[in-house]
């Protein structure tokens, strides 16, 4: 993160759901997976002119979490999901899966207006972050209107830090109805912890001299090359030193598994 200048740090009035459009854009959100639903009107009207922001639909919540993950590993960037409060416990098994595969996206979900929360009303409970604490790395129930830009900038740093798991966030349904908030948006560029560390060379230099002093040295493939886009090196590396290798169980291919080493 660092300092935002002043300049760059745009007012805003206006319908809420423009406010969350226009943070998507901050973010340089392309794609928001969604499954169709009143509540979430107001974030649909709002993209009707923004045709950076990509619309794709699912029939389930599950569905759009599982597409919002295959987006996320496919490109490295954090997609947008939004869903139905009800259908929380169907999204929850494919956010195990981003769970597990170190996969950031932010979700929100439109639940009832804040005069209901608390009375065991239709299609809600007490609490849906309880039901996703597990498998998120942050959550948040959004009752103040003029704040959403605030947490929706935290969700998206969150999200996209190393390493990445889901966000969830809860927006009221009479909160994305309001029209005259006031508010600021910020680029998310600010905000972001980009992960350009360089090891240092007497760490390197050690671990060089343990592997060169092994007696049967073994190369253990992990998550983390994929994500560092490292499988060449990886892969040079074994060639060179002729070490075996295996990889961790996970999702990616980290090392052809084919490969003779």
Request: proline share 7%; aromatic share 8%; charged share 25%.
């Amino acid at each position: 993160a660092q300092e935002v200048p002043p300049t760059m740090i745009k007012p805003f009035q206006g319908e809420v759901g423009e406010l969350i459009a226009e943070c998507l854009r901050a973010a340089k959100v392309k794609y928001m997976f969604f499954c169709n639903g009143s509540p979430q009107g107001p974030i649909l009207d709002a993209l009707v002119d923004k045709p950076d922001i990509n619309l794709i639909i699912a029939t389930e919540e599950g569905q759009a979490v599982a597409m919002a993950q295959g987006y996320e590993i496919a490109s490295g960037e954090i997609p947008f999901v939004v869903t139905q409060a009800v259908g929380v416990p169907r999204q929850v098994t494919n956010l195990v899966n981003a769970w597990k595969d170190r996969s950031g996206m932010v979700v929100m979900t439109p639940r009832t207006p804040l005069d209901t929360h608390g009375r065991d009303s239709f299609e809600d409970v007490e609490s849906w972050l309880d039901f996703v604490k597990p498998v998120t790395k942050w959550r948040w129930d959004m009752v103040k209107a003029n704040r959403i830009g605030e947490h929706m900038r935290l969700a998206f740093k969150l999200a996209s830090s190393a390493p990445r798991s889901p966000v969830f966030l809860t927006v009221a349904d009479d909160l994305l109805e309001e029209k005259n908030v006031k508010s600021h948006v910020i680029s998310q560029e600010y905000f972001n912890v980009p992960v350009t560390m360089k090891a240092d060379p007497k760490q390197i230099e050690a671990a060089a001299k343990m592997i060169i002093e092994a007696k049967n040295p073994l190369l253990v493939a992990g998550h983390e090359i994929t994500r560092a886009k490292a499988q060449k090196e990886m892969l040079a590396f074994a060639e060179f030193l002729s070490i075996p290798v295996t990889r961790e169980r996970g999702l990616f291919l980290d090392f052809p598994c084919m490969h003779p080493l």
